[in-house]
C-alpha cells in the first residue's frame, strides 16, 4: 500500500497548503468536493474534504501536504 493510500483511509490526517502556492489551482479542478477555495495560498474546507489524497497527487509545488 502507498503512503498516499494508507493516509486516504486514515481519517485523523488533514490537507494542508504548505509553502508557496502559485495559484495554479490545478488542485482546485482536481478536488472530486469542491473543497479547495481559490486563495492564495489556496484553503481546503475540512468539512467537505474526504482525504483522496488527489490535490497532493496533483500539486506541481507538492505544497499540499499530509499534516496531523
Ligand atoms: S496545485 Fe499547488 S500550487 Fe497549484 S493552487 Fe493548488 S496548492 Fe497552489
Ligand atoms: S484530499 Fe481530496 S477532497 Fe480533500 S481537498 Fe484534496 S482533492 Fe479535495
Redesign the pocket.
Same mark, same amino acid.
Given at each position: 500500500m502507498t503512503e498516499f493510500e494508507r493516509y486516504r483511509y486514515n481519517k485523523s490526517v488533514y490537507v494542508a *497548503?504548505i509553502g508557496k %502556492?502559485? *495559484? %495554479?489551482? =490545478? %488542485?482546485?479542478d482536481e478536488c472530486p468536493e469542491g473543497a479547495?477555495e481559490k486563495s492564495? $495560498?489556496?484553503k481546503v474546507d475540512y468539512n467537505k474534504c474526504t482525504r483522496c489524497m488527489k %490535490?497532493v497527487e496533483?500539486? $506541481?509545488?507538492g =505544497?499540499?501536504q499530509i499534516i496531523d
Open positions: *497548503a %502556492c502559485g *495559484a %495554479c489551482y =490545478i %488542485c482546485v479547495i492564495e $495560498p489556496v %490535490c496533483v500539486c $506541481p509545488s =505544497i499540499m
